[in-house]
Nanobody, 129 residues
Framework: LVQLAESGGGSVEVGGSLTLSCAAS????????????LGWFRQVPGKEREHVAA???????MIPDSLKDRFKISRDNIKNTVSLEMNNLRIEDSAMYYC???????????????????WGQGTQVTVSS
C-alpha cells in the first residue's frame, strides 16, 4: 500500500504554468527494488479519468503525445516525490489531478487506470481566460 498526497493545484490564467507535487509513503521506502511506478491522471465531471504522465524509478517516462510538449514529469527517489510541471496551460487542462501508483515497477503500468493500485485525494487545477 502506497499513500499519496498531492499539492500545488490552484487557479491560473491561460498560458500560465503550475507544478503539482506528490509525496509517496509506504512499505516500499525501505527497499528501493520495490519502488512503484508513479503517475498523474486527471478527470473532469462526467468523463473518464485520463492518463497525463507516468514515470518509473529508472526515469522511464510516458506522456501522451498531445501533452508532451507542455507537460513534464520527474521524480526524486530519495524524497519519494513525483512532480508534474505544466506549461502553457489551456482551459481544457482544467480538471482534478490525481497522483497514482502501481505495485508494478515498469512505467507502462502507471498509464492505465486499471493497473493503478493507489490514488491520492486529488488536487484541482482551474485554467481561466
Amino acid at each position: 500500500l502506497v499513500q499519496l498526497a498531492e499539492s500545488g493545484g490552484g487557479s491560473v490564467e491561460v498560458g500560465g504554468s503550475l507544478t503539482l507535487s506528490c509525496a509517496a509513503s509506504g512499505d516500499f521506502t525501505s527497499d528501493p527494488l520495490l519502488d512503484p511506478c508513479l503517475g498523474w491522471f486527471r478527470q473532469v465531471p462526467g468523463k473518464e479519468r485520463e492518463h497525463v504522465a507516468a514515470i518509473d524509478r529508472d526515469d522511464n517516462i510516458m506522456i501522451p503525445d498531445s501533452l508532451k510538449d507542455r507537460f513534464k514529469i520527474s521524480r526524486d527517489n530519495i524524497k519519494n516525490t513525483v512532480s508534474l510541471e505544466m506549461n502553457n496551460l489551456r482551459i481544457e487542462d482544467s480538471a482534478m489531478y490525481y497522483c497514482a501508483a502501481s505495485k508494478f515497477l515498469w512505467v507502462g503500468y502507471c498509464r492505465s487506470v486499471a493497473s493503478i493500485d493507489d490514488w491520492g485525494q486529488g488536487t484541482q487545477v482551474t485554467v481561466s481566460s
